[in-house]
């Protein structure tokens, strides 16, 4: 009998690294995490994460056959298939690729979460059958994913796709890229979280929200008190998709999407984001653009997500060179 194909997505955080086998529709057969160490230095996580994935490949070999190896990570460099000074690692700059060949022969390759998920979401997800789309991750940060005519925009160093850092307001708050005003510095879990408390601290508006602990405060949390009517959280939700909804209308006006895709925690909230910001964004758009984007919600199932993409990755290399 023989063996099906599958493929190894990986993704990388900087708490865990979770890692799975997924056939060519985008089935997950199987799913394991080892604990990123972020202190470590990549040698030392790669022998771990390889020792893990061959012991628990074992179980699955008689059936299932491997084609190819896909990352997600911070900083990848899909030209260079490098990782380069990722925050939260203390890998600084290193050839991922290169490591890889000592533990496995198969085809491999590398990018950012958010150009994964970008692909994930082409091959498995909710852009199929899209040739123009863009991918936006609204996790600890805010990642962009942008497809043109079927292929993924590197740009001329790889590093294309930083929506997340195109500047709001040049006077606003500190992003962690340590300019003043990035996207994400408001429309990312994290900004959405420093919404609520300058909102708490300029405004006497009652909340549930006055009773929680800055460390404590989830994006989760503010979404359930705004689906209980807080009117503070609704608040909340508002500006950040105002936000979000101008900064969209600009990407729209660069390159002209068939939808943008809304992926990753903060997206989880539903119509308290993608209705606003889909309002937002008209308000804003250019008029040969408007109601022609489509704001649409990831369809890769949220706790595989990030698999998914980085096996979609290799997926698209393996059929690329096919052609």
């Given at each position: ?135 936006i991750t609204l996790g600890t940060g805010l990642g962009s994913g942008i497809v043109v005519n079927g292929e993924l925009v590197y740009g001329a160093d790889g590093f294309a796709g930083e929506v997340g850092h195109t500047i709001f ?22 900004g959405i979280r420093r919404t609520v408390f300058e909102l708490l601290g300029t405004t006497v508006t009652p909340s549930e929200l006055r009773q929680v602990n800055f460390n404590q405060l989830t994006a989760k949390d503010i979404a ?100």
């Open positions: 009998m023989s063996k099906t194909k599958v493929a190894i997505g990986i993704d990388v955080g900087g708490t865990n690294t979770v890692f799975g086998f997924v056939d060519n529709e985008g089935i997950l057969v199987y799913e394991s995490s080892i604990p990123t160490n972020s202190y470590e230095k990549a040698d030392l996580f790669f022998d771990r994460l390889f020792k893990k994935i061959d012991e628990d490949f074992k179980k699955f070999s008689a059936r299932y056959e491997l084609a190819g190896i896909g990352i997600g990570a911070p900083n990848a460099n899909y030209y260079r298939g490098t990782v380069e000074q990722a925050p939260n690692l203390n890998w600084g700059f290193v050839n991922v690729l290169e490591i890889i060949k000592k533990y496995s022969p198969l085809p491999s390759a590398i990018t950012n979460d958010a150009n994964a998920a970008a692909i994930g979401e082409m091959l498995f997800g909710a852009a199929k059958g899209m040739k123009d789309f863009v991918v307001d040049p006077h606003g708050r500190m992003c962690g890229c340590g300019r003043k005003g990035c996207l994400e510095a408001y429309a990312s879990a994290t359930d008190a705004a689906n209980r009517g807080d009117k503070l959280a609704l608040e909340a939700f508002d500006f950040t998709a105002r936000v979000l909804g101008l900064k969209l209308a600009d990407t729209v006006a660069y390159l002209s999407p068939e939808a943008i895709i809304l992926f990753g925690g903060l997206a989880l909230a539903g119509d308290l984001i993608l209705e606003p910001t889909k309002r937002y964004m008209e308000e804003n758009m250019l008029n040969i653009f408007k109601n022609k984007v489509k704001i649409l919600p990831s369809a890769l199932p949220g706790a595989h997500a990030a698999v998914l993409g980085a096996s979609a990755l290799i997926w698209n290399e393996l059929e690329k060179h096919r052609k």
